[in-house]
């Protein structure tokens, strides 16, 4: 019995350097946020920074400076998502003079931290800043500030390194058996 075989080549040499490009973008955007922020936490100084005060501003109205949890508390939105609440942090610097730094999204309807914790002391994030330019400063607690950075440069690590595989069998020949079903019926029998 002679058995024959087709030559199948893959193909779509376009598509898959256009997929390649994309996901050689998509990492690119990515690092561009990340690096800095990492960079900051491998050469920068760690300190701890307490919460100082909250900023609420919605677009066309002054901004309000909140200083107190009573404040902080009635200023609280129940339904109007088109106020924005800044968490601001006082860190101290090497040679003691303190600087304020905000969180790098705001949230919305409430801050995103209480100025005081639950034994009623000034809440307190770990922070790493440049001793260079101290309002370059990285919350690696703070869950948004390098989440999507690190999302996006996965995923378009995964998407050019899956078109560079895909690619590079683009044009090479594969040798397929070709099936007939008579041949699949006498293999079982029937």
Do not use: C
């Not at 100025?115 to 307190?124: C, F, I, R, V, Y």
């Not at 020949?173 to 006498?186: A, G, K, R």
């Amino acid at each position: 019995m002679t058995s024959h075989h087709e030559i199948y080549v893959p193909g779509h040499v376009p598509q898959k350097i256009g997929m390649l490009f994309f996901g050689l973008i998509v990492l690119a955007l990515g690092l561009s946020q990340l690096v800095p922020s990492l960079l900051v936490m491998a050469t920068g100084t760690r300190v701890d920074a307490r919460a100082h005060h909250v900023m609420k501003e919605k677009s066309g109205l002054p901004e309000m400076r909140l200083e107190n949890p009573a404040a902080v508390a009635a200023a609280v939105e129940r339904f109007d998502r088109s106020y924005r609440f800044w968490n601001t942090f006082l860190i101290e610097q090497a040679d003691g003079s303190p600087v304020e730094v905000r969180l790098p999204s705001p949230a919305v309807l409430r801050p995103a931290f209480p100025l005081l914790d639950s034994d009623g002391l000034p809440n307190w994030l770990p922070v790493y800043y440049d001793p260079t330019r101290a309002d370059r400063v990285v919350f690696p607690t703070v869950f948004s500030t390098w989440v999507f950075p690190a999302l996006l440069s996965m995923i378009g690590l995964l998407t050019a390194t899956t078109a560079a595989l895909l690619l590079a069998s683009a044009r090479t020949p594969i040798e397929m058996p070709i099936v007939h079903s008579h041949d699949t019926e006498d293999t079982f029998g029937n």
